[in-house]
């Protein structure tokens, strides 16, 4: 079956960086789409950042500028980048992956079990 495995995830200070990790693996080739997710309590899970297979990214409003998302095709692996981070980026991150397994007619969404990342003084 497919999994993604992220890593990464931790306390940074504000104004600290912090990058995280995802890999996907399974019977797989390149995945079409890789990304970020995350959400905070009370908050609704929201979209941080996405590469597609043409190296395309699209970022949410409230990152763009301080975050990097890449991947690395030859090891099905996403990362983000994370600059000047501040308090209200604290939240469980979620790695998402868009992929046609091998055997599969279709593309499926997949998703990670989520790494906490705190920023605070």
């Known amino acids: 079956q497919v999994q993604l495995v992220e890593s990464g995830g931790g306390l940074v200070q504000p104004g600290g960086s912090l990058r995280v990790s995802c890999v996907a693996s399974?019977?797989?080739?390149?995945?079409?789409?890789m990304g970020w997710f995350r959400q905070a309590p009370g908050k609704e899970r929201e979209r941080v950042a996405l590469?597609?297979?043409?190296?395309?990214?699209n970022y949410g409003d409230s990152v763009k500028g301080r975050f990097t998302i890449s991947r690395d095709n030859a090891k099905n692996t996403v990362y983000l980048q994370m600059n000047s981070l501040k308090p209200e980026d604290t939240g469980v991150y979620y790695c998402?992956?868009?992929?046609?397994?091998?055997?599969?007619?279709?593309?499926?969404?997949?998703w990670g079990q989520g790494t906490q990342v705190t920023v605070s003084s």
């Open positions: 998402y992956a868009l992929i046609r397994a091998l055997g599969e007619s279709s593309s499926y969404d997949y």
């Open positions: 399974g019977n797989i080739f390149n995945p079409y789409s």
């Open positions: 590469i597609r297979n043409d190296g395309s990214t």
